[in-house]
């Protein structure tokens, strides 16, 4: 069975800085995969390592196939993650990582041919995620309480929903958020009942 974990949380709870850290500690034992999109590359960007860059005739025929597991649209754009892409990403027996919104997990939720685990990243409390978003200074105060209500959802949706999600990381101290996911991720896939 292909390994999948699906990696969910608000924007600025830090999701690509503890990957960034994950991938460093254990390269040997995960992977992305890489998504589709219909926008053009941007400076720098190389199809097939950062996005399959695809006509959006293209894509559309694909996820008339079924051969999409999730997708969604931005900006007049289409984004996804093919089947084959994660069959591509956990060769070897590696865990193949998906960095999905809450939109794009409760699509895949639906999926039964791979092995899927579901992590959501949560701030330690609102400000905390306030001052990480400010600290980015990548958006305008707009923005920033558009995100932290987009967020605020989220949260508010896990709460409600406890037995979505099959663990919950509380990114407080990043190396020690590495740390847990890595041993929660062993546990899944990897430890059998009654070991």
Known sequence: MKRVLVF?????VGKSTILKRLFEIYPDDYSYSVS????????????????????????????????????????????GTSKESIINATGEGKICILELDLKGAK???????????????TPPNHDTLKERLQKRKSETEEQIQNRLEI?????????????????????TVVDESVNELDSFTSSFFFVKPNE
Not at 160 to 171: A, G, Q, S
């Open 107 to 121: 699509s895949f939720k639906e999926n039964k041919e791979f092995d899927v685990a579901f992590v959501f990243v």
């Open 36 to 79: 589709h999109t219909t926008r053009p590359p941007r400076k720098g960007e190389i199809h097939g390592k950062h996005y399959h860059f695809v006509e959006k005739e293209e894509m559309e025929k694909a996820i008339a196939n079924k051969d999409f597991v999730e997708t969604t649209q931005y900006s007049g754009n289409l984004y």
């Open 151 to 171: 967020a605020m959802t989220e949260i508010e949706f896990v709460e409600k929903n406890p037995t979505f999600f099959d663990y919950i990381l509380e990114n």
């Open 8 to 12: 969910c949380g608000p924007s600025g």
